[in-house]
């Protein structure tokens, strides 16, 4: 695909892509004459096309053309998942390269729901950001000894007001108080990954905005003036809570003059926090997207599998149904209890919901617990 123009111009020329039934043929090279591996690769190819022809026609032109690298990835990683069945129309070497013609039966409303889901749900956001302004001798945090302040801190004022509008929601800091204990060693304004992991867990926060920000005076703005400019530095970066793993960075510098040292050094912090803002959020949600198409491994524990058939019909409807899974082992069936790995493509709470929702041929399953490597759950056998 070469863009956005691409994918609109294929979805307003297709006639059938809003019944989810389309036609489209998938190509692959031949690489040292293995033909049954690039048969294998031109359905895929041809998987890939019907979904996206299919997601031209859920998705608005505006989300498209600003976010198409996403949608592009979102459909590259779970495309086989969205067909559910499909018809080899006409198929043949040709040249060096294989084609195969398919008639795709593509679930439009599962694809639409994933992809509202891609551009609705971001995450649960905690700023633990230091600032120091002109006049202040430390830095001020709310983490510190009285364990959470409802003090918002400038920066995150202005992350809110940037970042609430598209979807994120922010932990309040003044609900946490008597809630969040925070150990000794915590209370500082230098955080580490693991540090700001663990406090951001224990708010129940899916990322943390970590980093400092401090105000200088650089001086008046020109001789004989008593206006003064004020920089303020930040240098942020955002963990994952699941990971640890560090998902953005990003450094700037804001300025602003003024005759008050402390009101230069606020307005100077808003301007860092409009600049960096934007720049962080963009880089926190390509990684984000990334990771929930992303492979992981998950131990799924289904309590109410009575026998071998039940653990069969569990095996087939994942291997065949559900979304975003490549591969299952039953590692063993013990007191009603079968024990599974899984290797799939979204989060653990993205593939819990689309569990959930899917109907095996006798039962259902009911989710009961999720963390990030592990979902357990009970067989449903209700109609």
């Not at 297709?14 to 033909?35: E, F, H, I, K, Q």
């Not at 992809?115 to 302004?133: C, G, H, S």
Request: proline share 3%; glycine share 10%.
């Amino acid at each position: 695909m070469g863009g956005a123009a691409l994918l609109l111009s294929v979805a307003l020329s297709a006639p059938g892509a809003a019944s989810g039934s389309v036609t489209v043929t998938g190509v692959a090279a031949v690489v040292d004459n293995d033909v049954p591996l690039a048969r294998d690769r031109a359905l895929d190819d041809a998987k890939r096309k019907a979904v996206e022809q299919v997601a031209g026609t859920r998705v608005s032109a505006e989300t498209v053309a600003e976010d198409f690298q996403l949608v592009s990835d979102r459909i590259y990683a779970r495309a086989s998942g969205f067909v559910r069945n499909y018809e080899i129309l006409g198929e043949g070497r040709e040249g060096e390269t294989y084609e195969v013609r398919v008639k795709a039966n593509v679930d439009g409303e599962a694809l639409k729901a994933d992809l509202d889901l891609l551009f609705a749900t971001k995450p649960r956001v905690i700023v633990l950001v230091a600032e120091q302004n002109i006049g202040s001798s430390r830095p001020n945090f709310w983490w510190g000894s009285s364990g959470a302040s409802a003090n918002l801190s400038l920066l995150q004022t202005s992350l809110i007001g940037e970042w609430q509008p598209v979807g994120y929601t922010f932990i309040d800091p003044g609900m946490l108080a008597g809630k969040l204990e925070v150990a000794a060693p915590l209370q500082t304004p230098e955080l580490s990954n693991a540090a700001a992991q663990r406090l951001a867990a224990d708010a129940d926060a899916d990322v943390a905005v970590v980093g400092q920000v401090l105000v200088n005076d650089a001086g008046p703005v020109m001789e004989g003036v008593t206006m003064h400019a004020y920089h303020a530095v930040g240098t942020l970066r955002v963990v994952g809570v699941d990971t640890g793993k560090i998902l953005a960075v990003a450094e700037d510098t804001g300025v602003a003059a003024h005759i008050d040292p402390n009101l230069g050094g606020r307005l100077a912090i808003k301007a860092l926090a409009k600049k960096i803002g934007p720049k962080l959020q963009k880089n926190l949600l390509e990684k984000w997207v990334s990771e929930a198409s992303s492979s992981r491994e998950i131990e799924l524990v289904i309590d109410g599998v009575k026998n071998g058939k039940d653990a069969r019909i569990l095996e087939r409807g994942l291997t065949e149904s559900v979304r975003g899974v490549e591969s299952v082992h039953v590692r063993r069936r013990r007191k009603g209890r079968a024990y599974l790995t899984l290797k799939v493509k979204a989060r653990s709470q993205d593939f819990a919901r689309d569990l959930e929702g899917h109907r095996f041929e006798a039962f259902s399953i009911r989710v009961n617990d999720v963390s990030r490597t592990k979902i357990a759950g009970t067989v449903d056998r209700s109609p």
